[in-house]
């Protein structure tokens, strides 16, 4: 299994960014995929779950600015972030849960300036 992380990068506050995850040695269309992000000096929070069938759940900060959203024929989960804030700043991680055990990209670091 491996899951490939990126589009992160530098953007000032209001904008956007659309990150992706690019997945193999899963069964795409049923495996739940999962963003969560860390803070510099802060823990690694739930940002995002899409399901298999493509619903998706939002924690509270972001709701009506993020999106995520799958690519069947790529085997890609994507976070489309808008009106980025200074505290969307961390490194993002995609994750799945296959096979009985956690899977996580490599993080792609998002920085907001103000």
């Known amino acids: 299994v491996q899951l490939q992380a990126s589009g992160g990068g530098l953007v000032q506050a209001g904008g956007s960014l659309r990150l992706s995850c690019r997945t193999s040695?899963?069964?795409?269309?049923?495996?739940?995929m999962t963003w969560y992000r860390q803070a510099p000096g802060k823990q690694r929070d739930w940002v995002a779950t899409?399901?298999?069938?493509?619903?998706?759940s939002y924690v509270d900060a972001v709701q009506g600015r993020f999106t995520g959203s799958r690519d069947y024929a790529r085997n890609t989960v994507y976070l489309q972030m808008n009106s980025l804030e200074p505290e969307d700043t961390g490194v993002y991680y995609c994750?799945?849960?296959?096979?009985?055990?956690?899977?996580w990209g490599q993080g792609t670091q998002v920085t907001v300036s103000s």
């Open positions: 994750n799945t849960f296959w096979r009985d055990r956690q899977w």
């Open positions: 040695g899963i069964n795409f269309r049923i495996a739940d």
């Open positions: 899409i399901t298999g069938g493509g619903s998706a």
